[in-house]
């Protein structure tokens, strides 16, 4: 990786916080963005601002060809089959919502079965599913290093209608092995979670064999207000949309309306065209790096990460970088999550404190809260020995 190189594209990284240079580490809440993604969206509203699929005029088809192109991106970026697999929501949790409850008569009183380690986003809405349809909801637990408990999942997954998991979690860090679960449940339809997966690994959506995956813009170098819904086109079909009112109808009467075709049937009102824009624009910077070499550089710095942080911090979830995405969520004794980012606020370094959206995760290993650091890859070892400076001054405040 040329680290320099990529550092210098990120007008962010040259900042100072507290007269000390941004450190950050808070990648996986929301990613930093190259200037290619700014200038991307500056150029859109400057010099093809319209909105699209309405206008015939010069300035409505170059932002719709833009729109659109967008799409055929994200479809060759997940190896989709085809484009109009690609539904444009605002972020992962919409994606989530979207599927949901679009799968409502599907799934029907059937059983839809969790791990103990989703985001609040897959997790509430199969509870409010589960509530309206009166089906069951049942959960996969995760073992004392953060491993899912895959017996446990072939035990319960074989009278489920629906498998919801993420491929990588977002406070343990564990990977799962998504590929293996689409296997054990060829029946169940299989939907994954790829808000931290998505931007840190090369994801397939057909090697994977599964039916639904969602991801945001904004943890992969885009734009925030962007995300995507991708589902098999047969699922698709029989999926019912969630949002409803301009630009998804076939055909309006004061009483009844029909759906547009795939994908707009999903895509009510006007979108975020300038954020597909700069998603474009992050998908190209990204496909320059290569996903590979994203990935080894995260599982680097990981490794790196982890060496020296396990002498100092009680580390959550896996003890391997290779099983982990590029996060660790830790803890330090009776010092509180949010004090430890405090203090490391006023060295410049930027983690998240908190439950992360993961309060069942949070609870099941018997903590409220835990301190985070995200990498992605922009981050240095450089970077990683600021942290465990800073937390050794943690450390020594604390134990005065
Ligand atoms: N996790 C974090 O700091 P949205 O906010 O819709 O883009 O992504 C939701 C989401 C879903 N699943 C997982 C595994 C996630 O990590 C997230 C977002 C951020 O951990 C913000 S809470």
New binding site residues.
């Given amino acids: 990786m040329r680290l320099e190189k990529y550092r210098k594209d990120f007008p962010i990284l040259k900042i100072k916080i507290n007269g000390k240079r941004l450190v950050y580490l808070?990648s996986?809440?929301?990613s930093q963005k190259p200037k290619q993604v700014i200038e991307a969206i500056t150029d859109y509203y400057q010099n093809y601002n319209a909105n699209i699929h309405r206008s015939i005029h010069s300035l409505g088809e170059e932002a719709t060809k833009a729109y659109e192109e967008a799409r055929e991106t994200v479809a060759k970026f997940i190896n989709a089959e085809k484009p109009e697999e690609v539904i444009f929501v605002?972020?992962?949790?919409?994606?989530?919502n979207v599927a949901a409850f679009g799968l409502r008569k599907i799934v029907s009183t059937g059983k839809i079965l969790l791990s103990e380690m989703?985001?609040?986003?897959?997790l509430i809405p199969w509870q409010q599913l589960a509530k309206i349809n009166n089906a069951k909801l049942d959960f996969v637990g995760f073992d004392q290093d953060g491993y899912l408990k895959i017996e446990e999942l072939k035990q319960k997954a074989r009278n489920a209608k629906v498998i919801a998991i993420?491929?990588?979690?977002?406070?343990l860090g564990t990977i799962n092995p998504i590929k293996e679960i689409a296997e054990i449940a060829s029946d169940a339809i299989i939907v994954v979670?790829?808000?931290?997966s998505v931007p840190h690994m090369p994801v397939d959506v057909q090697e994977l064999d599964i039916d639904i995956l969602?991801?945001?813009a904004?943890?992969m170098l885009g734009p925030?207000g962007i995300?995507v819904l991708y589902a098999r086109e047969e699922l698709l079909k029989k999926m019912e949309p969630f949002i409803f009112g301009s630009e998804m109808i076939k055909e309006v009467s004061f009483n009844n309306a029909s759906w547009n075709d795939l994908p707009y049937k999903f895509e009510a009102g006007t979108p975020h065209i300038a954020g597909a824009v700069g998603f474009k624009a992050a998908i190209d910077y990204l496909q320059k790096i290569g996903m590979k070499n994203i990935r080894r550089h995260d599982q680097e710095i990981t490794d790196y990460a982890l060496k020296k942080l396990s002498k100092l911090v009680n580390i959550i979830g896996p003890k391997k970088a290779k099983d982990r995405s590029g996060?660790i969520a830790f803890t330090m004794n009776d010092v509180h999550p949010h004090d430890i980012a405090a203090i490391l606020n006023e060295d410049g370094i930027a983690i998240?404190s908190g439950h992360?959206?993961?309060m069942p995760l949070h609870t099941k290993i018997g903590i409220n809260a835990s301190a985070?650091a995200?990498f992605y890859l922009y981050n240095t070892k450089q970077e990683i020995d600021l942290l465990v400076k800073s937390l050794e001054k943690v450390k020594r405040v604390f134990e005065k």
């Fill in positions: 808070d996986a809440a929301t605002r972020n992962t949790t919409e994606a989530l989703e985001h609040h986003s897959n993420t491929q990588a979690s977002n406070v979670d790829g808000a931290q969602a991801f945001s904004h943890k925030t995300g996060l998240r992360h959206c993961a985070r995200s």
